[in-house]
Structure formats: C-alpha cells, structure tokens
C-alpha cells in the first residue's frame, strides 16, 4: 500500500489496516511506516489525530477512551460533575441565594476596636457615582453610615486586586 491509497482510507479503515498487518506479519509500526511511504512519527501523529492511541500491551491501535477526572475506575466526567453538584447542593444553594439577595455584610475589620488609628480623608469623587451610593445605602441599607460602606468597599477592593 501506498500513502496516497492509505490516506485515502478512513480513520477506522486505516486502523484496521495496520492492526492487520500488525498480527499478521509481527512487524513493527517502524516497518508498516515504511511501507506506506511515511515516517513512523508522521502515522503516529495521524492516528492520535483521528482518535486513535497504540497500546503497546496489545500491539494495536485502540480507540481512545473518553477522558476523566477520576483516577478511580472509569467515570465519565458529566457524572463527575452531577456527583460534585449533588454533594453540594446546600453550599451552591446558599451562595446563590446570597448573590440574589445581595447581601451587604461589613467585615469585622471595618469596626476593629483594637485599631485606634482613624485617617480623616477628602477626596473628590464623581458626583453621579457618589448620589448612587448615597441612595442605595439610604434605600437598601439605612442601618450601616456612609463611612462604613466606604471602609468596606476599600476593603473589598484591596483583598480582590492585592
């Protein structure tokens, strides 16, 4: 067989070929590489390309396996996915209930008792931004002073961008 016939083939004939040839003459990939025309790392890199992988043990090109994430047994990964999912349930329930009721929870940090150590800051801010903070705290969140808010999205940014 020549390349331009073997290429001609289709993924599945092509491995039955060479598996074929494998049994029958106990060649090697090396020598059926060459006898089509190709280097051998030219036809091991078509057939991974086409799904296919040599098993040395069997000395024939299998079928590759679907992937997994587990190192036990044979579990395909949507049942991987459905078993994290199903174990925690409760834990994504509460996270999305929480971004849904948008919560505004004041770290700790912010009422440090410990920290006698105030800074008294003016700086300027757009007006438009400033108005909408204003009402959404008055509106949302009246219990909690500007000046917390503040300290609290200053916090927020330096534990997301540090």
């Not at 491995?15 to 036809?43: H, M």
């Not at 920290?115 to 969140?141: M, R």
Request: charged share 30%; proline share 4%; with cysteine.
């Amino acid at each position: 067989m020549n390349e331009i016939i073997f290429r001609g083939l289709t993924p599945k004939e092509r491995a039955e070929w060479i598996n074929k040839r494998l049994l029958e003459s106990n060649c090697r990939l090396v020598d059926i590489a060459t006898e089509i025309g190709i280097p051998s790392s030219s036809l091991s890199k078509l057939m991974i390309s086409e799904g296919y992988e040599f098993s040395r043990k069997l000395k024939q090109y299998m079928v590759k396996e679907e992937p997994t994430l587990s190192r036990k047994g044979n579990q395909p990964v949507k049942e991987m996915i459905f078993d994290y999912l199903s174990l925690n349930a409760e834990d994504l329930i509460e996270m999305i209930d929480f971004h849904k009721n948008k919560v505004l929870v004041i770290s700790p940090a912010v009422y440090q008792v410990k920290s006698k150590d105030y800074v008294n800051k003016s700086f300027k801010i757009n007006g438009e931004i400033y108005h909408k903070f204003q009402a959404l705290l008055s509106e949302k969140y009246p219990h909690y002073r500007i000046q917390d808010a503040v300290a609290q999205a200053l916090l927020d940014f330096t534990n997301r961008y540090n």
